[in-house]
C-alpha cells in the first residue's frame, strides 16, 4: 500500500496525472505499478488500476489476473472495479475512499450513482439501435468452437 500512495503522490507531483497510484502483487511481491496518466496520456481511461492491470496482463501473458490482488491510493471507481473484476483480481485493498476523493473534486462517487441509476434516467440519453443486426455476432460467438471464454 505504500508504494500505491507513494506513486499517487510522486506522479502527481511530476504532473503525470491525478493522485492516484496502485500495484498489483502476486505471491507477495509487486508484479505491476500503475500511477493516474489521464491528462498526461490523454487518455480517460488511463487510471491508476487500470494501468496497473495492463501492465501485469503484459507481464504475466494472460488476460487473468487470478492469485494476484490490488493495492490502490483510493478506492476504485466504477470503471476501475469492473476492470478489477474483469481480470479476476482476487482482493482490493485502498486508502483514500470515493467520498475523499470527491471532497478534493473528483466525481467517483456520482459515477455510482450514475451506474445505479435505470438507463432512461441516466445524464447521458441511451438509446438501441439494429439490435437485429447487432445480434448476428453474437450468435456466431455463441456458436463459435474455438473462442476463448473470458
Given at each position: 500500500m505504500r508504494r500505491a500512495i507513494a506513486l499517487s503522490h510522486e506522479?502527481?507531483?511530476?504532473?503525470?496525472?491525478?493522485?492516484?497510484?496502485?500495484v498489483v502483487v502476486k505471491d507477495?511481491?509487486?508484479?505491476?505499478?500503475?500511477?493516474?496518466?489521464?491528462?498526461?496520456a490523454n487518455d480517460p481511461t488511463a487510471h491508476a488500476e487500470v494501468t496497473a492491470i495492463r501492465e501485469a496482463c503484459r507481464k504475466l501473458g494472460s488476460f487473468k489476473?487470478?492469485?494476484c490482488e490490488i493495492y490502490t491510493s483510493c478506492e476504485p471507481c466504477p470503471m476501475c472495479l469492473s476492470a478489477i473484476f474483469w481480470a479476476r483480481i482476487e482482493r482490493i485493498y485502498y486508502a483514500n475512499t470515493r467520498e475523499d476523493a470527491a471532497r478534493i473534486g473528483f466525481d467517483d462517487d456520482e459515477l455510482y450513482h450514475e451506474v445505479a441509476r435505470p438507463l432512461a434516467e441516466r445524464t447521458i440519453p441511451n438509446e438501441q439501435l439494429l439490435a437485429d443486426e447487432g445480434r448476428i455476432a453474437f450468435?456466431?460467438?455463441?456458436?463459435?468452437?474455438?473462442?476463448?471464454?473470458y
Open positions: 506522479m502527481m507531483a511530476e504532473n503525470r496525472g491525478g493522485p492516484f497510484g496502485a507477495g511481491a509487486i508484479i505491476a505499478e500503475g500511477f493516474n496518466q489521464v491528462t498526461s489476473l487470478e492469485g450468435d456466431a460467438w455463441d456458436t463459435k468452437p474455438d473462442k476463448i471464454l
